[in-house]
């Protein structure tokens, strides 16, 4: 969803390395690095921070403005943006397509079905997944996958033109992405390609503790794309948001062997 600036940190660490990138959290804690967000008893932090997402996303609102954090008023700017940028990709097929972190169906009502046959869901939450299930028609609507992203297992039979991931990988840890983006990769059709778009920090990553998600610099997504065996394609910037949001980056991502 879209999310505001949080205040940046005035001054970096004195022991922090130049070519580190410094983070901070909603509460004010700052980390010299990002690998100090995850390192401390790892199993079990991870299995917080994903319980604390789960949770915060349980109490939102199954409407618009839920999906959104109070900005349903960006919704049609947003869709314009991606149709503009999907149709600037020219992808050769436009059989079947991927939403992950579908919510209510938001992306995939106003968007995937207008270009693809038809569209799988992936969304963990099942009131969610009800409301998305009644917007799209029978001989558009896919399969489900009622999961989380870190527990995604493509199927052998099922290869997609385009996976969609909106404001949603904010909630993986670094490993878990680049294992999910790797998964992806496998599930992709010929010539297919992964649309990532979400919010990105111009300075410092930020830690919000309310919903357990991170939202990244520019160089660190780049990085774990590489990592995922990813090259980027295209690249562009969202217009027309409000200036106290963060920046909204919209990536187009192919497999490297190309």
């Known amino acids: 969803m879209p999310r505001r600036k949080q205040r940046s940190i005035s001054k ?5 390395s130049p070519n580190v990138i410094m983070g901070y959290d909603t509460t004010g804690k700052s980390y010299q690095s990002v690998k100090e967000v995850w390192c401390s008893d790892a199993s079990r932090k991870q299995e917080e921070w994903y319980s604390v997402a ?10 618009l403005d ?20 999907l149709q600037s ?66 199927e052998v039979d099922r290869k997609y033109d385009l996976i969609w991931i909106q404001w949603c990988i904010i909630y993986l840890t670094d490993d878990d992405l680049v294992e999910f983006l790797r998964r992806c990769k ?32 520019k160089e660190q997504y780049e990085e774990l794309f590489r990592q ?18 963060f920046p909204v980056f919209m990536y187009a991502l192919e497999l490297n062997s190309r």
């Open 54 to 63: 789960k949770s915060y996303w349980h109490k939102q609102d199954p409407s």
């Open 186 to 217: 496998s599930c992709l059709n010929t010539n297919g390609l992964i649309c990532i778009k979400d919010n990105v920090s111009r300075k410092h990553f930020v830690v919000d503790t309310n919903d357990a998600s991170i939202t990244r610099t």
């Open 228 to 245: 995922a065996g990813l090259h980027i394609l295209c690249c562009q910037v969202q217009e027309k948001f409000p200036r106290e949001l």
């Open 89 to 154: 990709l020219q992808l050769p097929s436009r059989t079947i397509a991927l939403d992950f972190g579908s919510g209510i169906g938001r992306v995939a009502t106003e968007l995937l079905t207008k270009i693809f046959e038809q569209v799988d869901l992936l969304e963990p939450n099942i009131e969610f997944v009800g409301l998305a299930k009644q917007k799209i028609s029978e001989s558009q609507l896919g399969r489900i996958f009622c999961c989380s992203m870190q527990e995604f297992v493509p």
């Open 66 to 85: 839920g999906m959104l954090g109070g900005y349903s008023n960006l919704s049609d700017i947003d869709i314009h943006a991606s149709w503009n940028f």
């Open 12 to 16: 970096t660490s004195s022991n922090a």
